[in-house]
């Protein structure tokens, strides 16, 4: 779609009354085809969020230069989004949204729907039914649970976010042989079927009729018994058969699911090991083990590219990003080290948020605070030609830390320490190196992590 026809899409009544009446209370976030991720009204300013339908449109304005094409909003909805600080806070945490991230490609929507179908039928058997929606995400299905659905009994006793996670996460584990079968039936390898538990502080999904960020989609919501007829015909812009009943839940009605979920699992805040599953025909679920033999070395490389992924991560939100940054930046630096340091801190100016400063040799520039790196048209940190996927840091950073200790909780200690830092100090390219990394560059693993 051409900006213009994205203009006059978010300017249809029915588009800017459900992504307001979903999103608010949420902390929104905006993908934009600049390829920016946006989540502050500006640099210094506060949190972007919509408590009104006109706010689409003053949105829409304020970015106009960027064109804004996908909204998200956060899974947890907060007492007060005023300020900054207010999204930093869990405390400030007044609900969470339980979601199921089901992702594969359009062509096995089929499968994705079988897989959905099998949570919703677990979800039946729990006692959860009237509060469960689905929405189509435009490669996958995002099967949520109302976050009202908890009572003001259970509320008071467990942080929405361990309520979410856990409930996630023991469905995910319950349903898994189930979602195997299916998984194991995907005929794509470039993008594979899989189901994650992807429940985190700060995580955000697309928000009810978004378009989608690359494909001319929009996320429509439907409820578990219209899983039978749903095509992704229903997703086309043209079309929008969305069903506005995603706000119809029964409170209480998964109170004991609740419960039972945060015995099991234990909750977000207190795991010790995984903070999410992932079940797909590859990799059926992560596990862990206390004692391996291994030979495989992890160092400064791995622990650069962990910091520098989890100081993205804190600054934006965007996880996968965040991979692709930290990979970056550790292949950088070890390049760096041989071709003279200086160059590292070479570059001077003021210190942003996440921005397209420049174009350099017909390649687009990113700035994360005063520090630049290339990124693709695809929206993928690179070096050369060369784009750092996801999966690339999976297999060269997450799979070689998981051999000394679970990448998981590696990952975790890694964004709890440097959410001690000022935020000027994640915009500082220098400070970050100097202040947070070399610290700990050759301890992480044993101080911050084993001890």
Known sequence: MEFNEIIEYYSKPVVKK????????????????????????????PPLRLS??????????????????????SINVYSRIVDREDVEKPENIAYTTPVWDIDGSLEEWLKIIDVARVI?????????????YLKWSGRGVHVQLHERAFSKDILPKYHPLDIAYSI???????????????????????????????IDLKRVFTAPLSLHKTLDYAVVCFKPEELEDFTPEWAKPEVLKHNPD????????????????????????????EIRTVIAAV???ITRKTSRKTTVKVGRFQVMALLQAARYYLLTGDLEKAKSFGLNRAIFYAWAKY??????????????EIETATVEKGKKLVYVGDEGAFISERGWFKIGDKEQLPSDYDREIARKIDTIVPYDLAWRKAVEYLRRFPRKV??????????????????????????
């Open 426 to 451: 994640l915009l500082s390219q220098r400070r970050f190196y100097e202040e947070a990394y070399k610290r700990v560059r050759d301890s992480f693993f044993d101080e911050i992590v084993k001890g």
């Open 52 to 73: 009104k339908e006109e706010y689409v449109d003053r949105l829409m304005q304020r970015f106009k230069g960027l064109k804004p094409r996908t909204f998200y909003a």
């Open 168 to 198: 996630v996460e023991y469905i995910v584990k319950k349903s898994m042989n189930k979602i195997l079968e299916i998984a194991k039936k995907s005929e794509n390898t470039e993008r594979q079927l899989k189901v994650e538990n992807e």
């Open 339 to 352: 071709h003279g340091r200086e160059r590292v801190f070479k570059r001077r100016r003021v210190v942003r």
């Open 246 to 273: 995603w706000r119809k839940y029964v409170e209480g009605e998964a109170d004991e699911l609740a419960v039972k979920a945060v015995t099991e699992i234990g909750g977000y805040f207190k795991k010790v090991g």
């Open 18 to 45: 459900e992504i307001t009446e979903y999103s608010r209370g949420r902390w929104v976030a905006i993908h934009t085809l600049s390829g920016h991720f946006l989540r502050y009204w500006s640099r210094t300013g």
């Open 120 to 132: 919703v039928d677990e979800l039946e058997r729990e006692g959860v039914v009237k509060s469960v």
């Open 283 to 285: 990799k059926p679920t």
